[in-house]
């Protein structure tokens, strides 16, 4: 699992590749409490490398989200692949946070 | 189909999740499963392994899981057996999935996966021991 992020024009992108189990779970949440001390309130999540979640990953996403709501921000999230996007959809987050299928219409959402 | 089995014992502490995995990879090549479904069975026992090593012993004591998997006529039957205290994993409360985002609890996703992945899921009590079987249909790759 690894992380990146970038911000640029006020949006945070943070990018997850790999997998994010109950093994890496504990070090992601870390890393993103620490992008997120940015203060940012427009949080971009890229899933297009993201190739495995559990319930442990999708908590992580939904407290980030939650955190950002807190700011009276916006999260979205974006270009996951097949059966990531499943689980996504079978724990009904985009009812809660909007899901886009590319990077660039994740920060079209957002602008 | 021939039947397939494949049968193991871990320890009830997180970083058995990757032997965990290994061991389905390799049941997923001997029984010549398509990729979604071994993808479906890691999410699935990831849940289960998570919930017992949390939840299912309150002691200092080493406990185990044992898992067993086979596959036959389509179905595959997996079963999980640990020694810690009663617990059912089953009965935890299905999360809200239509809140909003402020309401939304954190908890409760994963057993909610569990029973959407699979096609049945039977919990009892044995002995001094937890016994969960699950069954599940092989799901084609798209």
Redesign the interface.
Known sequence: MEITHTEESGILLIAIKGRL???TVPSAERSINEILGSGSNRLLFDFSELE?L???G??VV??A??EI?RRAGRTVLCAMQG?VKE?FE???FG???PIKDTVESGIAELQ | MPKETISFKLDNR??E??TLNKKIDTFGVQAGLPK?CV??I??VL??I??NIAYYGSRDDRGHWIKVSMSCENNIITIQIEDDGIPFNPLDLEKPD??????D?D??G??I??VK?YTKECVYKRRGNNNVLILKKTISPDL
């Open positions: 189990d109950g093994l495995y559990s319930s442990a999708l908590r939904l407290s989200a939650k709501k059966y689980i079978v724990s009904g009812s809660i946070i | 997180l970083s999740l990757e979604k993808f479906e890691r999410l990831e849940e392994f998570t999935l239509y809140c909003n985002l402020e939304r954190i908890g996703l994963g909610y996966l959407h």
